[in-house]
T-cell receptor
Framework: GENVEQHPSTLSVQEGDSAVIKCTYS??????FPWYKQELGKGPQLIID?????GEKKDQRIAVTLNKTAKHFSLHITETQPEDSAVYFC??????????FGTGTSLTVIP | DVKVTQSSRYLVKRTGEKVFLECVQD?????MFWYRQDPGLGLRLIYF???????EKGDIPEGYSVSREKKERFSLILESASTNQTSMYLC????????????FGPGTRLTVT
């Protein structure tokens, strides 16, 4: 089955700096790659996603890039703010039914 | 607004007990999922259902079963709880098809003593 690896497991940045989280996947048939943010005591919430026919997608301070050849995708957060502090998960899916998640990145934004 | 609710936020059960975790979604979603979340392991799929009375095993189905008698409700059953099933359990739902957003409930933290 699909294997998704995520790095780093923890990340601390100064407020205003950028944060980058990287994921790799193993199954070239995967075609949908969502990113989730999980705040303390809550379930994960989708923040951005990308399909395999697109190389990059941006939504305000958040962007995701996808390199299908290398089988990796990354989350970029610019101008980080304290409220960006959370755990972030990447995921990959082939059919929209089974999702394979990375192990999570705990992001801390230091004011 | 999509809402996924889970019957309990916290649950403490004894080894060997039968445990029911309930999940309800209010957006007429076809797909429903049960995950467990453990530190350092991310989210792992236990079971998912793409229709009423239909279910598919995920990556870690051993020790669990599920029931979906109505479209809005998906139950996770631990037939005989064990200490290694102590975990956070997350329910999610989505429309069918690739690219459909998964909506998660707040989770149930289950402790088996």
């Amino acid at each position: 089955g699909e294997n998704v690896e995520q790095h780093p497991s923890t990340l601390s940045v100064q407020e205003g700096d950028s944060a980058v989280i990287k994921c790799t996947y193993s199954d070239s048939a995967s075609n949908y790659f969502p990113w989730y943010k999980q705040e303390l005591g809550k379930g994960p919430q989708l923040i951005i996603d990308i399909r395999s026919n697109v190389g990059e997608k941006k939504d305000q301070r958040i962007a995701v890039t996808l390199n299908k050849t290398a089988k990796h995708f990354s989350l970029h957060i610019t101008e980080t703010q304290p409220e960006d502090s959370a755990v972030y998960f990447c995921a990959a899916s082939i059919d929209g039914n089974q999702f394979y998640f990375g192990t999570g990145t705990s992001l801390t934004v230091i004011p | 607004d999509v809402k996924v609710t889970q019957s309990s936020r916290y649950l403490v059960k004894r080894t060997g007990e039968k445990v029911f975790l309930e999940c309800v979604q209010d957006m007429d979603h076809e797909n429903m999922f049960w995950y467990r979340q453990d530190p350092g392991l991310g989210l792992r799929l236990i079971y998912f259902s793409y229709d009423v009375k239909m279910k598919e095993k995920g990556d870690i189905p051993e020790g669990y079963s599920v029931s979906r008698e109505k479209k809005e409700r998906f139950s996770l059953i631990l037939e005989s709880a064990s200490t290694n099933q102590t975990s956070m359990y997350l329910c999610a739902s989505s429309l069918a098809g690739v690219g459909s957003e998964q909506y998660f409930g707040p989770g149930t933290r289950l402790t088996v003593t």
